[in-house]
């Protein structure tokens, strides 16, 4: 957390509160209640079966898509309620962009992997197509690599210039909020630091949270941290604190590696 953001008053982008979540009878979110802030860094950190993925996948509703799950409490989204509102999916999906564990890049070219977007949302001129493109293959810090093979397969790149486009992808939309869900966990070291910096970068524009099973990488790019187990918060806080000083003896267990 940088001085000069701690002293900023920042929006509250989403406030969950008292949430629950079950898979059938599986009762995998309990009671979770916490606000995540405009342009900080998120890091949800905690064991296998926690809830990290589960958690992400309800800040754009894609959990929805699973006819078992339900759901109690609520999700308010700048102000509007995921659960008991009547949120626009496709609006939803736009304003909060999504990158997953394993890079998916459509089997398109690099241009059409991030033009897809704004085309759904109805923009036609290629002029305007073309800009956007740019601008979000350099925004993920990927132009310079793609910038003369921008019409070929985007599944000819490399793990971490996938990542990175479809991160290209997801910032195309000009969304708010970016969940990335592991976004690391299949890359290489050096991939691995490029998308790191990237999230850096994002940060001054947007809000991420980040599930990542890699607690140095939480500790290095997260404002604050939530500590799930078992499917309950145990504990939320500035993420030097969480890393350094934290208050629930089970945080302290499982950062310096004593489970999980
Ligand atoms: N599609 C599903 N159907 C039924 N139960 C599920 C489903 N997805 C997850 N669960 C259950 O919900 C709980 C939380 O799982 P989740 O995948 O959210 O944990 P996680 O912390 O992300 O785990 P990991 O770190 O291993 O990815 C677990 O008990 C899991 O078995």
Redesign the pocket.
Known sequence: MTAEKSSQALQTVYNIKDFN?W??T?H??KNVSFDINESEVTA?I????????????TLNLMINM?P??KMSGDIVYKGDSLLTGKPDLVDLRKKVGMVF?KPNPFPKSIYENVAYGPRVHGIKKKQELDEIVEKSLRDAVLWDEVKDRLHTNGMGLSGGQQQRLCIARALATTPSVILM??PTSALDPISTSKVEELIDELRKKYTIVI?T?NMQQAARISDQTAF?YM?ELMEIGETNKIFTNPDNPKTEQYISGQFG
């Open positions: 979540l898979y059938g599986n995998a979110l949800i905690g064991p296998s079966g926690c809830g990290k993925s589960t958690f992400i996948k699973n078992v799950v564990q869900d592991e599930v099973h799930f499917g």
